[in-house]
């Protein structure tokens, strides 16, 4: 119960914060850099960070997201599950942390995949859920990322990602 508390209040802080923010700026998407597709992340008083489409994408979709909200609909989800989502100021203390610390500090040339989540519903609870990426998302919320993209292979998550913190158009990966 106590654990749930700590989420409800986090998740009423990210979102007067949100408020007060307003719209980030889109990440950039960095023309002809490869096959892959690449964006740059802007995250305040640090170098920019690069991310690239997942190397097999199949009809996959790519939806650029406001941090905050993403954050949000990831607590949602609730504590207890192995891919739940921990609170910002425990994000550091993630046993892969390091890992993520080090893959972008490849830059352009070696961009980190992108985060693949979905948009699940089971009994009472819905949420974000990660199937690869979440020790990434973790680096870019704890070092306060206003926006970054993600990648989505369920159809039915597209919408449903896009309604939480969507800033821009979905956009299929094989368009871009």
Known sequence: MFSTLKWKLEIKRLRQLSKRRGQPSLPELIEGHSRHPAWRINVPGREDVYMCSPYS?????????DALKFNIGWLQAGPGQDDSC???CHMPADYKFHEAV?????????????????????????????????TRSFWLLAHDAPAFPIFTGCHYSIDRIHEIAGLAEPMPVTMI
């Open 57 to 65: 994408t199949g009809d996959g979709y790519v939806i650029l997201v």
């Open 86 to 88: 921990k609170l910002r």
């Open 102 to 134: 080090i893959g972008f500090k490849h830059g352009i040339e070696n961009p980190v995949p992108l985060a693949e989540v979905s948009y699940l519903e089971w009994g009472s609870r819905a949420g974000i859920r990660f199937t690869n990426g979440m």
